[in-house]
């Protein structure tokens, strides 16, 4: 079985809340100080990747669209166990999801697939588009956020999450398309070692030319005006005295505001 | 990976599990390796860790999340090192060491100590704290950024994250100005020393780490380093030498018995307390300094030293050693290593415990308000007690 995952480079924020800044053009965070990595949930949708590859066989490929220095998260995914990497090199940080999507299953259609993975959101922008469009785009049948699969002859089994905790399960015919929820698995492990050796591999990197697309298949319909930070909330509160006052001081709170 | 590729083959069975390993040296009570002492549960002990580790790559035993864990909860204090009787007694705490290497090899390894290594991994701390904040902790103050000073002063993670260990790390460049040392820190360019990745099992993750850190040591022009954690003292005095990083390696408290001794420090103020000193297993049983400490708390006036029952190389670890101040494999329980050691610090009759260490600092601080003695026990560590009696 084919598996390609499709995968995002972020800017990890999740301790740095506080020194997150928007940038002087206003449509970006500033992202001095901060490191950039995996997209979280592509995490989950690699692991899953892999898992059902080396189950079955096939191959596994890791494919994203960015600039030569997201070449480090396809090394991720080869030391995760990925077969190959490919880079489609280009800045998509200013194109629109529908843009990104037409790369993307271009690339995917040149690939062998049987299963295509994504993560079900990023965690920067978070439209959970991209899945759904490569899908229409590509003809696939498709389901998102999906928290466990299994794969069975030509069909695959899936189970998603609704709202309040309720499950849905569907089957699909492959080749299809799954954007993959956190929490379905713990994505391994990457010993330093192992994205050492990863180092001598190679990516494959192509452009858009060897794509066969042009700056007219890529025309924005949606653009970003600009980004605002929510304002810092002034409603924090500490309670003092011992533990018996204090507690019994929360309760009260908690009662008086509807929550217990 | 069977056991014949196992780096420690020829030793790991000659362990028969004698039990040694988990006593004190007085052989009085039982539960003096902390994780024993946590669970009561012989898999927990050290020779029972040997003995589930053969049988794992054996082949004898599945990998469970279950053996992963009672794997990775051995705080590396070696206490079980002191206790055993037979020659391989060096090497029984690397014996479980290289079995966590082929864990994390593997990717096979508790949450949190995957956790763990990926933020010192992305972030260069355990917390997956940015690295900008690396430098809050001196904010405000005098203390310089390293600039070809006599001493490097190397805060480490905790010292620089951790909100109580700030403080300390603060009191300490008070201290070592107020003594006339020429030092500097490294700011936000400070990263892990790598001391319990190492002791994780991440053997890369620490090479990387340590080459890194002495290639900036050398680029700085780098020759002494003093250290406010025992566990940086002990990667940069044992492990960086063989990486070609040879500096002189200095815990704060020899620095400060130094400086006492010349009689820089004027400490005539005194601190009026009943103090016992709680050895840190980095400090004690790894580096063998167990004097230090205690003769610069011998040299404040008013200070009456008391020893616990266990103490020196019998020092029960506070379980915060080998990750576990982070992993937390042994916390939970009135049968915390912690909590245990802050009541035998309490039956010492000490009105203040005495550290050095900044995990240890975090640990007992915990322990003694979840034993509510947090009012009648007070952790202080030992540069903040040298502070206190400054003229």
């Not at chain 2, 020779?47 to 599945?62: S, Y």
């Not at chain 2, 990745?197 to 990387?208: D, N, R, T, Y």
């Not at chain 2, 900044?358 to 308000?369: G, S």
């Amino acid at each position: 079985m084919n598996v390609v995952v499709a995968i995002k480079k972020v800017v990890d924020t999740s301790e740095a809340a506080d020194v997150v800044e928007v940038d002087a053009a206003g449509k970006d965070i500033s992202k001095a100080g901060l490191v950039s990595r995996l997209n979280d949930w592509d995490g989950y949708a690699l692991e899953e990747g892999l898992r059902w590859r080396e189950k079955l066989g096939g191959t596994a490929t890791a494919l994203t669209v960015g600039p030569r220095d997201w070449d480090d998260v396809l090394r991720t995914a080869l030391a995760m166990g990925a077969d190959a990497a490919v880079r489609v090199d280009e800045d998509a940080a200013s194109m629109d999801c529908r843009s990104v999507a037409r790369i993307l299953a271009t690339a995917i259609g040149k690939l062998p697939h049987d299963l295509v993975l994504f993560g079900a959101q990023s965690e920067d922008f978070g439209s959970a588009q991209l899945g759904p469009m490569v899908a229409q785009m590509l003809g696939l049948p498709h389901a998102t956020l999906v928290v466990g699969l299994d794969v069975n002859d030509d069909r695959v089994h899936v189970s998603r999450e609704i709202e309040g905790g309720a499950r849905e399960l569907y089957t699909l015919t492959l080749p299809a398309l799954l954007t993959i929820q956190t929490g379905l698995n713990r994505p391994r492990y990457v010993s330093f070692s192992r994205i050492k050796r990863a180092r001598e591999k190679e990516i494959g990197v192509t452009t858009l030319h060897e794509l066969g697309l042009s700056s007219a298949d890529l025309v924005p319909s949606v653009t970003l005006e600009r980004l605002e930070l929510t304002p810092a909330g002034r409603r924090a509160m500490l309670i003092s005295g011992n533990p018996e006052e204090a507690a019994g001081a929360l309760a009260t709170l908690l009662k008086e505001s509807g929550v217990i | 990976m069977s056991l014949a590729d196992y780096r420690y083959r020829d030793l790991i069975h000659r362990c028969f599990r004698c039990g040694y390993c988990k006593f004190p040296t007085s052989y009085l009570d039982v539960n003096n390796c902390p994780a024993y002492a946590r669970y009561r549960l012989e898999s927990y002990s050290t020779g029972g860790r040997l003995w589930l580790i053969r049988a794992w790559l054996n082949d004898e035993m599945e990998w469970t999340d279950h053996l992963a864990e009672i794997v990775f909860s051995c705080a590396t204090c070696k206490n079980c090192t002191e206790q055993c009787p037979l020659p391989f007694s060096q090497d029984i705490v690397n014996m479980i060491v290289a079995a966590r290497c082929e864990m994390v090899e593997r990717g096979l390894m508790p949450a949190a100590v995957q956790q763990f290594l990926e933020n010192v991994q992305r972030h260069g701390n355990p917390y997956g704290a940015p690295r900008s904040k690396r430098a809050e902790w001196f904010q405000g103050t005098d203390v310089e950024q390293y600039d070809g000073q006599e001493y490097l002063y190397y805060v480490g993670c905790v010292g620089s994250y951790d909100t109580r260990a700030r403080e300390t790390a603060r009191t300490l460049a008070h201290v070592l100005k107020r003594g006339g040392v020429s030092f500097g820190v490294l700011g936000d360019r400070e990263s892990c020393d790598g001391n319990d990745v190492a002791k994780l099992g991440e053997e890369g993750l620490f090479e990387s780490l340590a080459e890194e850190n002495i290639e900036q040591f050398k680029e700085l022009g780098v020759t002494k380093v003093v250290t406010l954690s025992p566990h940086a003292y002990n990667a940069m005095r044992n492990d960086y030498p063989s990486l070609n990083g040879t500096f002189e390696v200095f815990h704060y408290t020899q620095l400060l018995n130094e400086l006492i001794k010349k009689g820089t420090l004027d400490l005539s103020r005194g601190f009026d307390a009943r103090v016992t000193y709680h050895d840190p297993c980095f400090l004690g049983r790894w580096n063998g300094e167990y004097e230090a400490p205690r003769a610069a708390l011998r040299a404040v006036p008013g200070i009456e030293l008391v020893e616990m029952e266990r103490s020196r190389a019998d020092t029960l670890c506070c379980g915060g050693g080998g990750g576990n101040f982070y992993t937390d494999f042994l916390g939970g329980s009135e049968d915390s290593p912690a909590r245990i050691r802050i009541r035998q610090a309490r039956d010492s009759g000490a009105q203040v415990v005495a550290v050095a260490c900044p995990n240890c600092m975090t640990m007992l601080e915990d322990a003694a308000k979840a034993e509510r003695l947090d009012e009648s026990l007070s952790i202080r560590d030992v540069s903040e007690i040298v502070a206190s009696a400054l003229e």
